[in-house]
């Protein structure tokens, strides 16, 4: 079993940048994709970003292109998510997510691993 702990949510100002961080305790497989999802209050689950352990390929949803970046330390066994350019719409909780396999999925229901959340509330 991988525990993933989240961590950097907060409050800030629109236009402005936060780094979320997701470590993982437990994984042992190499074969390992870590993704991060969002959900807003009424709203779905929706895929972020994901970026596959070994290798280090992402995918990012189009909504956050060219404005999150998603990037891995190995040696501490972490996944970070820089968001720039904050906007309002981007204001949810954060959820960090893993799956063993290769695959750069967008599907939630695909991921086995989730950590606790971590708000992000962006203000005008």
């Known amino acids: 079993q991988v525990q993933l702990v989240e961590s950097g949510g907060g409050l800030v100002q629109a236009g402005g940048s936060l780094r979320l961080s997701c470590t993982a305790s437990g994984r042992t497989s190499s074969s390992y994709v870590m993704g991060w999802f969002r959900q807003a209050p009424g709203t779905e689950r929706e895929f972020v970003a994901a970026?596959?352990?070994?290798?280090?390929?992402?995918a990012y949803a189009d909504s956050v292109k060219g404005r999150f970046t998603i990037s891995r330390d190995n040696a501490k066994n972490t996944v970070n998510l820089q968001m720039n350019s904050l906007q309002l719409e981007d204001t949810a909780v954060y959820y960090c997510?893993?799956?063993?396999?290769?695959?750069?999925?967008?599907?939630?229901?695909?991921?086995?691993?989730w950590g606790q959340g971590t708000q992000v509330t962006v203000s005008s």
């Open positions: 970026i596959r352990w070994s290798g280090g390929s992402t």
């Open positions: 997510a893993g799956r063993i396999g290769t695959r750069l999925s967008g599907t939630r229901f695909e991921y086995n691993d």
